[in-house]
Nanobody
Framework: VQLQASGGGLVQPGGSLRLSCAAS????????IGWFRQAPGKEREGVSC????????YYVDSVKGRFTISRDNAKNTVYLQMSSLKPEDTAVYYC????????????????????????????WGLGTQVTVSS
């Protein structure tokens, strides 16, 4: 199970980008999906998460009010709309599925920070680079 993140690029401070997370060969319908980022020399950080239905979302404090996560299950894709970008948002962004199969109604976003511990380095792929700079 591997997802492909795309949509990154170079943007000036205050600008916007929309990242996409697509899956092939399997459906995302039943999984919470999380966005992570990793800046050079730093640990991978959980940024945002969305429940399987899309009815519940989570954001790390540093992006609240600036980032919006959404999903289109018909397109098997999850999006991260990033606005008012800051230089400190510069990182490689990755997406991931909830590593735990949970009962219906339990979305797993509350445990987002623990997701990386379930995955080896090979899971994350190349991610998509976001660079915020003038």
């Amino acid at each position: 199970v591997q997802l492909q993140a795309s949509g990154g690029g170079l943007v000036q401070p205050g600008g916007s980008l929309r990242l996409s997370c697509a899956a092939s060969g399997f459906t995302l319908d039943y999984s919470a999906i999380g966005w992570f980022r990793q800046a050079p020399g730093k640990e991978r950080e959980g940024v945002s998460c969305i429940s399987p239905s899309g009815g519940s979302t989570y954001y790390v404090d540093s992006v609240k009010g600036r980032f919006t996560i959404s999903r289109d299950n018909a397109k098997n894709t999850v999006y991260l709309q990033m606005s008012s970008l800051k230089p400190e948002d510069t990182a490689v962004y990755y997406c991931a599925t909830d590593p735990i199969v949970r009962p219906t109604g339990v979305d797993g976003c509350e445990s987002l920070p623990s997701w990386p511990s379930y995955y080896g380095t090979d899971y994350w792929g190349l991610g998509t680079q976001v660079t915020v700079s003038s």
